[in-house]
């Protein structure tokens, strides 16, 4: 079984500093990792995932992410953000299977970027 | 670009009341989850679809819940009778290759 640890419930931060999301995970299986978006009231929208190969993946709206496998983390970074990046933030993790398996997702950390 | 569709956007119900929810995945894609999102939590799974078959309803409340894909393509969860506890945003996702799963846009539920 796997479960998705995410370090911090909120990360308030200014606009055009860089920002990082932690994210943990653990699983006795490799697994495929990801993280996801969500804008109030709406669905989650994917950032990036790590599916195999470089550890540094990078993702849309200037996201990146390293894979660590060692310390079984898998943290999400921004050099500068902006107020649109205000949002909820997912980290997941699936199992590697061909048919696609289920995401474990993590319990969220709302990101609020200020003027 | 292709989306998921799911409808309705939000529903208020009472208690007791039966509840339903449609989502239309990605054209060719022939897995369907339908997650569960209570509010400050991440989603969980309630069932998963390959074509028309359950996968994975482990976590589906079965006295209460149903979920069908007849054909292998749309697909309906349903709650009888709705209680408080189950007011939540319902997710769709579906998939074709590998695990990028794609997002509808989710039912809001709001049980009164």
């Known amino acids: 079984a796997q479960s998705v640890t995410q370090l911090d419930s909120q990360v308030p931060v200014f606009e055009e500093a860089p920002v990082e999301l932690r994210c943990n995970y653990s699983s006795s299986v490799s697994v495929y990792l990801f993280w996801y978006v969500q804008y109030p009231n709406q669905g989650l929208q994917l950032l990036l995932k790590?599916?195999?190969?470089?550890?540094l993946v990078k993702g849309i709206n200037g996201f990146e992410a390293e894979f660590n496998k060692s310390q079984t983390s898998f943290h999400l970074r921004k050099p500068s953000v902006h107020i649109s990046d205000t949002a909820e933030y997912f980290c997941?993790?699936?199992?590697?299977?061909?048919?696609?398996?289920?995401?474990?997702f993590g319990q969220g950390t709302e990101l609020s970027v200020k003027p | 670009e292709a989306e998921v569709a799911q409808s309705p956007r939000y529903k208020i119900t009472e208690k007791s009341q039966a509840v339903a929810f449609w989502c239309d995945p990605i054209?060719?894609?022939?897995?369907l989850y339908w997650y569960r999102q209570i509010l400050g939590q991440g989603p969980e799974l309630l069932v998963q679809?390959?074509?028309?078959?359950?996968?994975?309803d482990s976590q589906l409340p079965k006295d209460r819940f149903s979920a069908e894909r007849l054909k292998g393509v749309d697909s309906t969860l349903k709650i009888q009778p709705a209680e408080l506890g189950d007011s939540a945003m319902y997710l769709c996702?579906?998939?074709?290759?590998?695990?990028?799963?794609?997002f509808g846009p989710g039912t809001r539920l709001t049980v009164l």
């Open positions: 996702a579906s998939n074709r290759v590998g695990n990028e799963q794609f």
């Open positions: 790590y599916l195999s190969g470089s550890t």
């Open positions: 679809f390959q074509d028309e078959s359950v996968v994975d």
């Open positions: 997941a993790v699936s199992d590697q299977t061909l048919e696609g398996g289920k995401l474990i």
């Open positions: 054209s060719g894609h022939a897995t």
